[in-house]
């Protein structure tokens, strides 16, 4: 979704964003070469890990299961609930993430000891080439930064002009709008964005905001779009309080304007603009327990004045954790 944001932010697709819609999924792919990876079974964890250091964002693995075809092709009908898995030309396949990888090594923590009670600080692994946009700069100039942000799984620091943390722009959290968000980046400010996308659902100022900056700016074709989108969410909302019963409904179906996928989303951890943070002095092993908390491959790092200090990503602690092993003497 966040690729599909990007795409109808170009300046060439804001006059017409129905006829960018129309294009070719092509047109949306990423550049960037193997953030997904193939790996087998038999794969030792230190392979998957370097396969992610290389920047891959998921591992595809093969499942070995005794489903016959029929069952296969009955399971296709349906959702999986027993994890991330798919099915492609009557193989079962898995997909595994940083994530995943953190959570296991966090389940074996004891045998990485002492790392684990030392400060990401200490540790060395605070990235401070980080993604960031000043408040009141428009939230267009950071579409590029969104962009990276999203191969890189982390997101954009919104700070002020003192370097504090403020929020952030997060593409775990454009994912849950709808197309209309590329209107709101095209007009407002990276601190009004934030408040926009927030799991609230966008303020009826920042709405009006929205169309009459869109009508300055005469874009009429992206105008229309939005006109259309946010009026079915309001219809959908006024049917929805027809009854107080439907109260916990009408909630979900507000948040971040996702009113026609209202289903899915209200069934996700909803990321609000608030940023997570930590301390330089955070220990690893609570740094990890705080991300996978949050659903994040990313903790933002703030001195006591909020001032920001870098970024610790899961990449970060692969890395370390891999070069502790070597240190030890491990050959996988």
Not at 176 to 186: K, L, M, R
Request: proline share 5%; net charge negative; aromatic share 6%.
């Amino acid at each position: 979704m966040v690729d599909v944001i990007c795409y109808l932010c170009r300046d060439e697709n804001l006059l017409s964003p129905s006829a960018a819609l129309k294009a070719p999924v092509s047109a949306i792919l990423p550049k960037i070469p193997g953030l997904v990876r193939h790996l087998e079974p038999s794969s030792r964890l230190w392979e998957a890990i370097d396969l992610i250091l290389q920047g891959a964002q998921n591992l595809v693995v093969p499942i070995q299961t005794k489903l016959s075809s029929y069952s296969r092709r009955k399971q296709l009908q349906k959702p999986s609930a027993t994890g991330p898995t798919t099915i492609h030309n009557g193989r079962e396949f898995c997909w595994l993430t940083q994530e995943d990888v953190i959570r296991f090594l966090l389940g074996s923590i004891g045998l990485f000891s002492p790392l684990p009670a030392l400060s990401v600080d200490t540790l060395g692994i605070i990235t401070t080439d980080i993604l960031a946009i000043d408040y009141y700069s428009p939230a267009s100039s950071a579409i590029g930064a969104i962009s990276r942000s999203l191969s890189e799984q982390t997101s954009v620091a919104v700070v002020d002009g003192d370097g504090g943390l403020i929020g952030e722009i997060s593409p775990f959290t454009l994912a849950c709008c709808d197309e209309t968000v590329a209107a709101a980046i095209t007009t407002l400010s990276s601190g009004d964005l934030m408040a926009y996308i927030d799991c609230g659902g966008p303020p009826e100022d920042l709405v009006r905001a929205v169309k009459a900056r869109l009508k300055e700016k005469n874009l009429e074709g992206m105008l229309e779009e939005f006109n259309i989108l946010t009026a079915s969410g309001a219809s959908l909302l006024s049917s929805s309080s027809s009854s107080s019963s439907d109260e916990e409904s009408l909630l979900s179906t507000s948040r971040s304007g996702r009113y026609s996928r209202s289903m899915s989303y209200s069934s996700r951890m909803v990321r609000r603009a608030e940023a997570i943070v930590c301390h330089p002095k955070s220990s690893l092993v609570a740094v990890m327990i705080q991300a996978i908390a949050h659903r994040v491959n990313y903790v933002w790092v703030v001195e006591d004045d909020c001032s920001l200090v870098g970024i610790v990503t899961f990449c970060n602690m692969l890395k370390i954790f891999r070069e502790h092993l070597e240190t030890m003497g491990w050959k996988g």
